[in-house]
């Protein structure tokens, strides 16, 4: 099982619609997580932090279930500049080495 | 610039021939992350470095590929023997002591291997 697993989509969104998808993971110790953007043929740039707590950016939330060991992005009122693919990364130990899972690619369509 | 800067940012080579990658990260972070994307797959973790620690060398595919960072700034990710499923783009991020996720990474390395 790999440590970090994401449905690849793609999600096909109509404009201003909300999406959401999930980000598993394996290790129970894991103790940071993020969501990254990568747009095509573009360098992952970081999109937001996830917190406990939950947390909210605009138009974005991000969820952390720690029972069911995964964490979740939500975008509301989709915009065409959201299509992208969604990386989910977890810290796996104390060192700080980063786990990246494989992206959720989502397609915003007029 | 204040990125990530990366050198060259294609590279054409040869089956057989060794190729260098060159990484500087943003002043003043320490960790450097060495990673790997071939066409519409996820991020492939190759090598870690965090300041003077020694570098978790746990990704590299096998021992053609080695990397080292000079004076906890630039790095280098070398390649012997190239092969045609060397052929990738290779992504060099860093980040700030302490902020393990929030990585700046660079516009990477198209490794074409012919």
């Known amino acids: 099982r790999k440590e970090v697993e994401q449905d690849p989509g793609p999600f096909n969104v109509p404009e201003g619609a909300t999406v959401a998808f999930n980000c598993t993971y394996s290790n129970s110790a894991s103790q940071s997580f993020f969501w990254y953007r990568q747009d095509c043929r573009k360098e992952p740039k970081l999109l937001m932090s996830v917190y406990s707590s939950g947390n909210e950016d605009g138009r974005f939330t991000a969820q952390l279930n720690r029972a069911s060991q995964y964490i979740s992005l939500l975008i509301r009122d989709s915009k065409l500049s959201d299509s992208a693919t969604y990386l989910c990364v977890v810290i796996v130990d104390s060192w700080g080495k980063l786990q990246f899972g494989a992206g959720t690619q989502v397609v915003v369509t007029p | 610039g204040a990125g990530v800067s990366q050198s060259p940012s294609n590279k054409v080579t040869e089956k057989g021939k060794d190729v260098e990658l060159r990484c500087d990260p943003i002043?003043?972070?320490?960790?450097l992350y060495w990673y790997r994307q071939s066409l519409g797959q996820g991020l492939e973790f190759l090598i870690y470095f965090q300041g003077n620690s020694a570098p978790d060398k746990s990704g590299l595919p096998s021992d053609r590929f080695s990397a080292e960072r000079t004076g906890g700034s630039v790095s280098t990710l070398t390649i012997q023997r190239t092969q045609q499923e060397d052929s990738a783009v290779y992504l060099c991020?860093?980040?700030?002591?302490?902020?393990?996720?929030?990585?700046?990474f660079g516009s990477g390395t198209q490794l074409s291997v012919l």
């Open positions: 002043s003043g972070h320490t960790a």
């Open positions: 991020a860093s980040s700030v002591y302490g902020e393990a996720g929030k990585l700046f």
